[in-house]
C-alpha cells in the first residue's frame, strides 16, 4: 500500500466501494437506455474532459457504445462518488437534451476499482485502449473519437 494512504473507507450499495485519498481509480459505468451514436460518443468524453483539472486528474477514459471506462485521481477534498454523480449526471441532461428525450441514461450504480501499482495501470490503459478494437468500432484505437489519454503511465502524485 502506498505511503499517501491515510485510511481506507468502505461503503456499499449493491457493489463495494473503497476509497484511499490519493488513489488513482478505475471506473465503469453503464447505459441503461439505447447505445450511444458517434457524436453522443464525443459529447460524453468532452464531458469527462471538462471535470479536469477541477475534481480529478484524467488519466486515460474511452467512450463505447454501452459503457464507459476511467482512470483518474480524485482532486483533494472531492469524493469519487461526487465525481461520479457529476460526471453521470450531467451527461445524462446533456444527452436527453440532444436526444429530446427525459430519463435515466445510466444505470445507478458504478463499478470502481483502486488502482494497486504501475503493472495494474499499464494494464487498465491497455485494456481500455484495446476495447473499441475489440468490439470492432475502429482499427486504429489511438484515433477512435471516444478514446482520450493523457500520455502519463505513472501512478506516483506529483501535487
Same mark, same amino acid.
Given at each position: ?8 473507507? /468502505? ?5 463495494? +466501494?473503497? $476509497? ?5 481509480? %478505475? =471506473? $465503469? %459505468? ?8 458517434? !457524436? ?6 468532452? +464531458? /469527462?474532459?471538462?471535470?479536469? &483539472?477541477? %475534481? ?5 477514459? =474511452?467512450? *463505447?457504445?454501452? +459503457?464507459? +471506462? @476511467? ?6 477534498? =472531492?469524493?469519487?462518488?461526487? /465525481? *461520479? #454523480?457529476?460526471? #453521470?449526471? @450531467? ?9 429530446? $428525450? ?21 494494464? #487498465?490503459?491497455?485494456? *481500455?485502449?484495446?476495447?473499441?478494437? #475489440? ?5 486504429? &484505437? ?10 502519463? $503511465?505513472?501512478?506516483?502524485? !506529483? @501535487?
Amino acid at each position: 500500500m502506498d505511503a499517501r494512504a491515510t485510511e481506507l473507507t /468502505i461503503r456499499r450499495r449493491r457493489l463495494p +466501494h473503497w $476509497t484511499i485519498a490519493g488513489s488513482i481509480y %478505475f =471506473v $465503469t %459505468f453503464r447505459l441503461a437506455t439505447k447505445p450511444l451514436s458517434a !457524436d453522443e460518443r464525443r459529447l460524453v468524453l468532452d +464531458h /469527462i474532459r471538462s471535470g479536469h &483539472p477541477e %475534481f480529478y486528474h484524467l488519466l486515460a477514459a =474511452v467512450v *463505447m457504445p454501452d +459503457h464507459v +471506462h @476511467a482512470l483518474l485521481r480524485p482532486n483533494k477534498d =472531492v469524493s469519487l462518488s461526487r /465525481i *461520479m #454523480k457529476g460526471m #453521470k449526471g @450531467a451527461s445524462a441532461r446533456k444527452l436527453n437534451q440532444a436526444r429530446g $428525450t427525459r430519463g435515466s441514461i445510466w444505470l445507478d450504480e458504478s463499478w470502481d476499482r483502486i488502482v494497486r501499482d504501475q503493472e495494474e495501470l499499464l494494464e #487498465k490503459v491497455n485494456y *481500455m485502449l484495446d476495447n473499441p478494437r #475489440k468490439r470492432g468500432l475502429t482499427d486504429d &484505437p489511438w484515433s477512435y473519437e471516444g478514446w482520450q489519454w493523457s500520455g502519463e $503511465t505513472d501512478l506516483e502524485d !506529483d @501535487a
